[in-house]
């Protein structure tokens, strides 16, 4: 899902505790229950193979089963040309250019084999792999349902990842609209479209799973647009699709069982959390304090959790990621603050790593703990222009130092790693420093 918020800035304090002591993680289960959600897992955000090669390991050490896919990742140029992560960012930040998504031509083969490494890495580590391809946003020939010709030229991607062994697949439809003819109309399309690619799949493999993405994927169902198209899909699409759904908002502070409850029973079908948690939609923020705001009940009205991750940090990203496994594989007994603890004591092997781990969640601790729900919000930022306005340039000046510094650490503990992050706290810091001139 993509946002486009302006930057708001607000001053949060946040500090963690770090245990004396690595507990198992995540939380163990009582003796003879089941993990709270059958799917835990991540996607990617316009990811390149190389970052989600990196992540199936983490995935799989902390008991997560799932990763998809960003349709953004997949997108080709009309030449059939990979676009790459800076030809995406120049499509989606600026609406004037050329749309990119050929989702009709074949992937480029360097692209295939890229992907079949990571499907078979995948499958070595026990953690499934989700196909997904979005065949409307921007593209320059968005799929028409009704034509034959592009089913065709759709389900072809399917076809060539279920030859590779891929048994999960995905249909996104978020971020466009249901047509001019209305919600129950775009409804009927998008069943058929769904339909007709799983049938497909099956006629191969009767265990073929579909997730779609649905254009009202948020809210808890009764607005009455909304109810139209997704009783529409209730009626319409095959039984067994699964539906993703991020919440009563876009991005939410809080996701209620509630919610959730009145959403399925509109819909009529299986529910997989699309968490848009901790997502920075490519904004130059972070946000890597722990998972809240979620009830436990979750886990009996839906099926599985998807976290929907940082664009370029994804090393850091794994630090709020583990607190999504700790929370979805044991929801009763989650605590955020002795997880947020928990993850950075695996994540780092001395104590000099854990405290600066500690001093980059502190600093960039993100929406969740800010209380404002905006992939674009910078706590950092927001901390440096409070004392700016509050405390005078000396005190903006000393937290500027400090930030610097994390950067600092961070290359000395962990030489070669968390380079995007660095890169990252570096640019704020510059920004600061710009401000304070």
Not at 361 to 371: D, N, P, Q, S
């Amino acid at each position: 899902m993509l946002l486009s918020f302006p930057l708001v800035l607000v001053a949060t304090e946040y500090k963690i505790t770090l245990p004396d002591q690595i507990r198992e993680f995540p939380e163990p289960l009582p003796a003879g229950q089941s993990p709270g959600f059958e799917i835990r897992g991540t996607k990617g955000w316009a990811w390149t193979p190389e970052q989600y090669l990196a992540e199936i390991p983490v995935l799989a050490k902390f008991r997560m089963n799932f990763l998809m896919n960003c349709y953004l990742s997949l997108f080709i140029d009309q030449e059939g040309n990979y676009i790459g992560k800076d030809g995406f960012l120049s499509v989606f930040v600026d609406p004037s250019k050329k749309a990119e998504n050929a989702w009709w031509l074949p992937l480029p083969d360097g692209m295939k084999a890229t992907y079949i490494e990571i499907f078979k890495k995948a499958k070595e580590h026990n953690v499934h792999f989700c196909f997904a391809v979005h065949p409307q946003f921007a593209s320059s020939r968005p799929l028409n349902p009704n034509s034959e010709k592009d089913i065709d030229d759709f389900y072809q991607h399917f076809e060539w990842a279920q030859k590779q062994g891929i048994q999960w697949f995905s249909i996104s439809l978020d971020d466009v609209t249901w047509g001019d003819q209305g919600p129950a109309i775009g409804g009927q399309e998008h069943s058929k479209l769904v339909n007709a690619v799983l049938e497909r799949l099956r006629k191969n493999d009767p265990e073929a799973q579909m997730i779609f993405c649905p254009v009202p994927f948020y809210g808890d169902g009764t607005r009455p647009d909304y109810r139209a198209y997704l009783e529409t899909i209730a009626a319409h699409m095959h039984e067994d699709v699964f539906i993703f759904w991020t919440g009563r908002e876009i991005v939410p502070q809080y996701i209620r069982a509630e919610d959730a409850r009145s959403y399925k029973s509109v819909v009529q079908r299986r529910l997989i959390i699309w968490e848009n948690y901790p997502v920075n939609d490519a904004f130059p923020a972070m946000h890597l304090g722990p998972l809240t705001g979620r009830d436990p009940d979750l886990s009996k009205v839906c099926y599985g959790y998807v976290s929907n991750p940082m664009y370029l940090q994804n090393e850091s990203n794994r630090i709020p990621l583990l607190t999504c496994a700790d929370y979805t594989w044991n929801p009763y007994a989650y605590d955020p603050d002795r997880s947020i603890g928990q993850a950075i004591m695996h994540l780092a092997e001395t104590q000099s790593q854990r405290e600066t781990l500690k001093a980059l969640v502190e600093t960039y601790h993100g929406m969740l703990i800010a209380r404002l729900p905006r992939p674009s919000l910078n706590t950092a930022l927001a901390k440096f222009d409070a004392l700016l306005r509050d405390e005078g340039p000396s005190a903006a000046k000393d937290f500027v130092e400090f930030v610097a510094d994390i950067a600092h650490r961070l290359e000395k503990e962990f030489p070669g790693r968390y380079a995007e992050t660095i890169k990252t706290i570096r640019a704020d810091v510059q920004r600061m420093q710009d401000r304070l001139r």
